[in-house]
């Protein structure tokens, strides 16, 4: 109970800002279903950043998903503030416009989506991809470390920089990872990428996140998921409960280990995945290091 009252009693850095009059909106370079982001400059310091403003309806909805499971919605300025890492993008303040809006002023990173390195699966996505999907083991592990549970880890979530390094960039979903949050019917997040138990209205923990992490490695590694892709929550219900197809069959050629370590990561009962993302991130690491190792041979 202490970590949620920290969580809920901290106040906002900074309110009720002329968002317009405070920050040269120089064009939007992302919007997702929750949100619209531009690049700026902010007239404090003038600094490059990414502006985040979130629309209001939109989360008023995500409110009352909450307030009907008698929980309250975690501030997204709040966690993203708190959390620190190489690999998840810096969240320099947040808080409110004029318009009653809340907003996330972040650094902005020069890069592209992972989204885009998947459809296109470039020589730069072919060399880096075990290193990106480790670096992104690491965020997430930081999110877990801090006692959260991500609830919306996939490729459009992630940004990949000019010198290939992984940043998360939404929290937009994030929930404490404690025992009024784990309870069934919090059924939020990407269909696609959705654990079992998520979709159907068990009880959760951070290992919802592992799955995900999974689903989203064997994405990376080639252009497709382990199941037919699913465009409502019905059409991913009619196949869950099917097994995954083996990574090996696109990716015939991938060492044995990290398809292994992938394919426990989409096991469908959470007690056979990895206890733990830093476990699963570990074996990635082993195989990275042992795979350098024999190319210096």
């Given at each position: 109970?202490?970590?949620?009252?920290?969580?809920?009693?901290?106040?906002?850095?900074?309110?009720?800002?002329?968002?317009?009059?405070?920050?040269?909106?120089?064009?939007?370079?992302?919007?997702?279903?929750?949100?619209?982001?531009?690049?700026?400059?902010?007239?404090?310091?003038?600094?490059?950043?990414?502006?985040?403003?979130?629309?209001?309806?939109?989360?008023?909805?995500?409110?009352?998903?909450?307030?009907?499971?008698?929980?309250?919605?975690?501030?997204?300025?709040?966690?993203?503030?708190?959390?620190?890492?190489?690999?998840?993008?810096?969240?320099?303040?947040?808080?409110?416009?004029?318009?009653?809006?809340?907003?996330?002023?972040?650094?902005?990173?020069?890069?592209?989506?992972?989204?885009?390195?998947?459809?296109?699966?470039?020589?730069?996505?072919?060399?880096?991809?075990?290193?990106?999907?480790?670096?992104?083991?690491?965020?997430?592990?930081?999110?877990?470390?801090?006692?959260?549970?991500?609830?919306?880890?996939c490729p459009r979530n992630v940004i990949v920089d000019t010198d290939d390094v992984v940043k998360l960039i939404d929290f937009g979903l994030v929930v404490p990872?404690?025992?009024?949050y784990r309870r069934p019917g919090n059924r939020t997040g990407t269909a696609n990428y959705m654990a079992?138990?998520?979709?159907?209205?068990?009880?959760?923990?951070?290992?919802?996140?592992?799955?995900?992490?999974?689903?989203?490695?064997?994405?990376?590694?080639?252009?497709?998921?382990?199941?037919?892709?699913?465009?409502?929550?019905?059409?991913?219900?009619?196949?869950?409960?099917?097994?995954?197809?083996?990574?090996?069959?696109?990716?015939?050629?991938?060492?044995?280990?990290?398809?292994?370590?992938?394919?426990?990561?989409?096991?469908?009962?959470?007690?056979?995945?990895?206890?733990?993302?830093?476990?699963?991130?570990?074996?990635?690491?082993?195989?990275?290091?042992?795979?350098?190792?024999?190319?210096?041979?």
């Amino acid at each position: 109970m202490d970590f949620l009252k920290r969580l809920f009693s901290r106040q906002p850095k900074i309110e009720k800002v002329d968002i317009r009059r405070r920050f040269e909106l120089h064009g939007r370079v992302g919007q997702g279903s929750m949100s619209k982001v531009w690049r700026a400059t902010d007239t404090i310091g003038n600094r490059p950043v990414a502006l985040k403003v979130l629309d209001k309806v939109r989360l008023a909805r995500l409110d009352k998903r909450f307030q009907s499971l008698g929980l309250k919605r975690p501030n997204e300025g709040e966690v993203s503030l708190s959390l620190r890492h190489p690999n998840i993008v810096k969240t320099l303040e947040f808080g409110m416009t004029t318009d009653d809006e809340e907003f996330l002023v972040m650094e902005f990173v020069e890069g592209v989506s992972m989204s885009y390195l998947v459809d296109t699966q470039s020589p730069r996505m072919k060399k880096n991809c075990l290193s990106y999907c480790i670096q992104l083991g690491n965020a997430l592990d930081v999110v877990h470390k801090a006692n959260y549970i991500h609830r919306d880890l996939c490729p459009r979530n992630v940004i990949v920089d000019t010198d290939d390094v992984v940043k998360l960039i939404d929290f937009g979903l994030v929930v404490p990872n404690t025992e009024p949050y784990r309870r069934p019917g919090n059924r939020t997040g990407t269909a696609n990428y959705m654990a079992p138990e998520l979709i159907k209205r068990q009880a959760t923990d951070e290992r919802i996140d592992i799955f995900s992490y999974a689903v989203t490695c064997f994405e990376m590694f080639t252009r497709n998921l382990p199941w037919d892709s699913g465009d409502t929550l019905e059409s991913v219900l009619q196949h869950i409960n099917s097994p995954p197809r083996d990574i090996r069959k696109y990716a015939p050629k991938l060492d044995d280990q990290v398809c292994d370590t992938i394919m426990r990561g989409l096991e469908q009962n959470p007690r056979d995945r990895w206890p733990t993302v830093r476990a699963m991130v570990d074996s990635l690491k082993d195989a990275s290091y042992r795979l350098r190792s024999a190319k210096k041979e």
